[in-house]
């Protein structure tokens, strides 16, 4: 008998912003598809997701990856919750997007995300001094140095453990705020990059543990002249990567400028702290969009406008998101008819 150890993850139930909440199952043999593993469940009453009596919630396995941190044949294996008689959770909102991306499945969407996140020693960003305040923002996005970046050990560990869950991983950069990084995965499907996503979260949170420090998706961590956090979303679908996309992108821009706010509403909570037209964002009460404008809500990259076909992208997502809304929020505007 070859005994493995499943780490079941789940998102939980908590307003506004939900968290992530995982436990370990040990299985009798190593498990390679998702179909072979079985349903688990969980007290709902201890994560906001049901009420003391009658508090079963279940657990399906949606996607497993090698579990990087247990090496071996240990797996980690992301789940949406179901309600005891089977119905879906109203905290499960990739139930949601399963039916949006089968609903859109012909333009062949793809998404690539940005995630910032802060790192935090305690109460204060990583590599804050005590008291006040480090030198003002300037040389510390993509710095290099003792003095610039903060907490570049954890960040390496992270990208190596994602890397080896076999995440599609593609880059990290320190950003403008000191002790405050991104990493990015993509470009892939709707569900594909939001489990993804999800699972780089839960990687990040359990990888920077090992090291005492804490990661916060918080959009705006410190207050005043310091940049906030965000997960800028960017899209394409077939249409837009073919020759002449630029007409498909500029038409997915009026459309998006019809539902701005329909989509702040599912861009993340306390996200108005960071979307204040300072700090290389847009008004939240504002639309724009623009080639190269890192002052607009949606920017046309310039190798976009260059080739006439690309993508583009949504710079108003906080970092505390839920991707499986925003992606479905963003295939219901773009994909629509309307
Ligand atoms: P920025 O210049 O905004 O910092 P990044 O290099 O951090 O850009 O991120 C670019 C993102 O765009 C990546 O997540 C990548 O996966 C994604 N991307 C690249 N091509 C496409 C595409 N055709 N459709 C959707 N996303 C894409
Ligand atoms: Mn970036
Ligand atoms: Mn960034
Ligand atoms: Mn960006």
């Known amino acids: 008998m070859h005994t493995i150890m499943a780490e079941y993850i789940w998102i939980d139930g908590q307003k506004p912003t939900a968290k992530l909440r995982s436990k370990t ?25 049901a009420h003391g009596h009658d508090s079963d919630c279940r657990l399906k396995p949606v996607c497993i990856v ?26 499960n909102s990739r139930a949601h997007l399963r039916e949006i991306s089968e ?9 690539g995300i940005e995630q910032e996140y802060t790192l935090f020693d305690g109460i204060k960003p990583l590599g804050w001094p005590d008291n006040g305040f480090p030198a003002p923002q300037g040389g510390y996005y993509c710095g290099v140095g003792a003095d610039e970046v903060f907490g570049r050990d954890v960040v390496e560990a992270h990208m190596e453990a994602c890397l ?30 939001s489990d993804q996503i999800w699972l ?16 916060t998706l ?12 965000g997960a800028h979303t960017n899209f394409s679908t077939k249409a837009m990567r073919a020759d002449g996309g630029i007409d498909v992108i500029t038409q997915a821009c009026e459309k998006l400028s019809k539902r701005h706010e329909e989509h702040i509403a599912v861009y993340g909570a306390e996200n108005e702290r960071r979307l204040t ?9 504002e639309f724009k969009y623009g080639v190269s404008d890192r002052g607009a809500s949606i920017r ?18 906080a970092a505390n998101m839920d991707p499986y809304q925003v992606c479905a929020m963003m295939m219901k505007t773009v994909c629509g008819n309307w």
């Open 164 to 193: 080896k869950a076999g995440l599609l991983f593609c880059g990290i950069n320190a950003e403008v705020m000191p002790g405050q990084w991104e990493f990015q995965i993509g470009p892939l499907g709707p569900l594909e990059v």
């Open 66 to 91: 090698k579990d990087p941190v247990r090496g071996g044949d240990n797996i980690l294996v992301l789940c949406e919750v179901f309600n005891a008689d089977g119905s879906v959770h109203e905290s």
């Open 277 to 285: 037209g300072l700090h290389e964002t847009c008004s939240i009460h």
């Open 103 to 111: 609903l859109y499945k012909e333009h062949e969407s793809w998404f």
């Open 25 to 49: 199952k040990v299985l009798d043999q190593p498990v390679h598809h998702v179909s072979d593993l079985p349903e688990w469940g969980f007290d709902g009453s201890s994560t906001m997701q």
């Open 218 to 229: 918080n959009p705006k961590p410190v207050k005043g002249d310091w940049n906030g956090a």
């Open 200 to 215: 780089g979260r839960w990687l990040l949170y359990r990888v920077a543990e090992d090291f005492g420090v804490s990661a």
């Open 300 to 317: 046309i990259p310039m190798a976009t406008a260059k080739d006439g076909k690309g993508y583009l992208e949504d710079r108003r997502p």
